[in-house]
Nanobody, 121 residues
Framework: QVQLVESGGGLVQAGGSLRLSCAAS????????MGWYRQAPEKQRELVAL???????NYADSVKGRFTISRDNARNTVYLQMNSLKPEDTAVYYCNALILVTGGIWKKAYWGQGTQVTVSS
């Protein structure tokens, strides 16, 4: 069994910063892409940032230059540093990872439980 546990959300004023963390644990053989998604009320879940196992990154246009995704492969952990936060960044942020479990054949996408980020104006 594999679990993704997120931490670091909270309430911050516009212009502030937060750092999200997501640690994967369990019977992990290998982890490919890791990423962060977000879902605001009455909106669809959207990709925020993605990082491949080799370190290549991809960002949504709305967060480029403000957010930075990184990972620690030894700790099976992905981070999202969020700077210059705006009220429109308010959402539940979900961690996602493409994982091959130990002894498995197919990779599967796993999700964290979500962490609330609220940016006040």
């Amino acid at each position: 069994q594999v679990q993704l546990v997120e931490s670091g959300g909270g309430l911050v004023q516009a212009g502030g910063s937060l750092r999200l963390s997501c640690a994967a644990s369990g019977s992990i053989g290998s982890i490919n892409d890791m990423g962060w998604y977000r879902q605001a009320p009455e909106k669809q879940r959207e990709l925020v940032a993605l990082i491949a196992s080799g370190g290549r990154t991809n960002y949504a246009d709305s967060v480029k230059g403000r957010f930075t995704i990184s990972r620690d492969n030894a700790r099976n952990t992905v981070y999202l540093q969020m700077n210059s936060l705006k009220p429109e960044d308010t959402a539940v942020y979900y961690c996602n990872a493409l994982i091959l479990v130990t002894g498995g054949i197919w990779k599967k996408a796993y999700w964290g439980q979500g962490t609330q980020v609220t940016v006040s104006s």
